[in-house]
């Protein structure tokens, strides 16, 4: 399978072959890399790349994804060909950012209202006995944070609406 992607404009293209169930052959340009994965729930993946583990959750929305590697964030935004390399203005817009699994809020570290850089840790989330801090995915104005300090949430729940 071919997969295209862009960033600033250059187009990247991967080929993925499947060597067996979970286990593939990851070929970008001249380099080719070994990734096997495992399905901890809908949205998380440890990969393994190379021998090095990558803890990656995903979450979306309808104008992006949020990729979590290693607890680091990383946005990317659903666009068109057209879209990417005709330059279209990107329009300011929210992002709500909900959980991918169960947890307990350890800390609250902004409130509404205030402005917010991109990669800037919102609050410190605990689930399966590790703290991650979920990261604002572009600069802006917290809209809305959902839970407080030391409330549980579920799968699926509203962190926090960046605008």
Not at 92 to 119: A, C, D, F
Not at 140 to 155: A, D, F, L
Request: proline letters at 2%.
């Amino acid at each position: 399978m071919n997969i295209s992607f862009w960033i600033d404009k250059r187009e990247f293209r991967l080929n993925l072959k499947q060597v067996k169930k979970n286990d593939i052959q990851v070929s970008l340009g001249k380099r080719t890399y070994h990734v096997t994965a495992e399905f901890l729930n809908p949205d998380e993946i440890l990969l393994n790349i190379d021998g090095k583990i990558h803890d990656v959750i995903i979450n979306s929305n309808t104008t992006s994804y949020f990729v979590y590697v290693n607890g680091r964030c990383y946005q990317i935004e659903k666009k068109s060909a057209l879209q990417i390399l005709g330059g279209e203005d990107d329009k300011q817009q929210t992002i709500s950012i909900t959980t991918s699994m169960p947890g307990r809020i350890v800390k609250v570290l902004l409130k509404e209202g205030e402005q917010v850089e991109e990669g800037q840790a919102i609050l410190i989330l605990e689930a399966m006995k590790m703290q991650n801090e979920i990261k604002s995915p572009r600069a802006g104005r917290i809209i809305k944070i959902g839970p407080k300090t030391n409330q549980s949430v579920e799968t699926g729940a509203l962190l926090f609406t960046v605008g």
